[in-house]
């Protein structure tokens, strides 16, 4: 009993100001999808266009993108399956449009949470740093088309298309009130039992002896047993692992220097289990096999490299 009410006070404290944080999160990414806001995301984005030599009508697929990428994905291979594009430039845009996903993702989904945990300094970072590796896979599909020889050959094939099905409308604030709380309630099913678990888990006399014995071999490669608790965490849902982190850091069993790493090697984890059981299955199902595998393959091969990059430039500085 003493156990399951250390660890219910640390989560508590926690979800305290995570939980709050992550509705106010998922509630701005919903208002973003209408009224003024989508009007200045369009033309935010439209240097994206620029900058791979695509069709001019891709727009709507950049700022799907940004809103939802299922939806985005689904029009691209619409464009696809038509003719409208080839599979060269449907490889660069799916890659460019890593950007505007990974704004989204990284602002409105784990960053609340990870700002109230860890503070502004830390929090700042690790945004940074996702954003950052979002955008080096942008570039990545940006090359990928200025340099084929080929670019702009698609823009003839894209002068007549429909407008996508997000409405420039005044947002309705009850109503994206009721679908953040949709999209929150899907996050904390999860968020919430992983990190009491682990937080109870943390208490339990075998948790401690694992740590004291895992510890020193652990150490040879640079990570503590608490940041393989991170990363475990962390592979159905990175959110899970953040919470784990900050329960971890107030112990006192995670180091402050240890944290970006942990994270990023949490990042990387949860990226293949991501890219295995959502992305690829998504993708199939929606570019077909041949195209689906294709771009699942290097948009989610070229991310975790990317990421693996990162970890390692995480680990020479943290020591």
């Not at 990414?29 to 240097?47: D, E, H, I, Q, T």
């Not at 955008?135 to 940006?142: C, F, N, P, S, W």
């Amino acid at each position: 009993m003493n156990v399951l009410l250390l660890a219910f006070t640390d989560v508590l404290s926690m979800w305290k100001i995570a939980l709050p944080a992550m509705f106010l999160g998922c509630y701005c990414g919903v208002v973003l999808r209408s009224g003024r806001f989508f009007n200045f995301f369009s033309k935010a984005l439209r240097p994206l266009i620029s900058l791979g030599k695509l069709p001019d009508a891709l727009g709507p697929f950049f700022i799907l993108c940004l809103l939802n990428r299922y939806a985005a994905n689904a029009m691209l291979a619409e464009f696809e399956k038509n003719g409208m594009l080839s599979k060269r430039t449907v490889m660069s845009a799916y890659l460019t449009g890593s950007l505007p996903t990974g704004i989204y993702f990284t602002v409105f989904y784990f960053s609340p949470p990870l700002i109230a945990g860890f503070g502004w300094k830390m929090g700042l970072t690790f945004i940074a740093i996702n954003i950052g590796m979002s955008t080096l896979v942008t570039v990545a599909g940006i090359l990928w088309n200025r340099l084929s020889g080929f670019a702009g050959e698609d823009s003839r094939c894209l002068t007549t298309l429909s407008q996508p099905a997000v409405t420039a409308d005044p947002p309705d604030w009850l109503t994206a009130g009721k679908k953040a709380f949709r999209q929150f309630y899907d996050i904390a099913v999860v968020f919430v039992p992983i990190t009491f678990v682990f937080a109870l888990l943390l208490h339990t006399d075998f948790t401690k002896e694992l740590i004291a014995g895992l510890d020193p071999m652990l150490r040879w490669f640079h990570l503590t047993a608490a940041g393989v608790l991170v990363v475990i965490a962390g592979i159905p849902t990175i959110l899970a692992a953040i919470g784990v982190a900050e329960t971890l850091l107030r112990n006192g069993a995670l180091p402050v220097h240890d944290v970006i790493f942990v994270l990023l090697l949490t990042s990387f984890f949860h990226n293949v289990y991501d890219g295995l059981s959502r992305v690829l299955p998504a993708n199939l199902s929606v570019f077909g096999v041949r195209t689906g595998f294709a771009v699942t393959a290097t948009g989610t091969g070229l991310y975790l490299i990317i990421v693996m990059l990162s970890a390692g430039i995480a680990l020479v500085v943290k020591n």
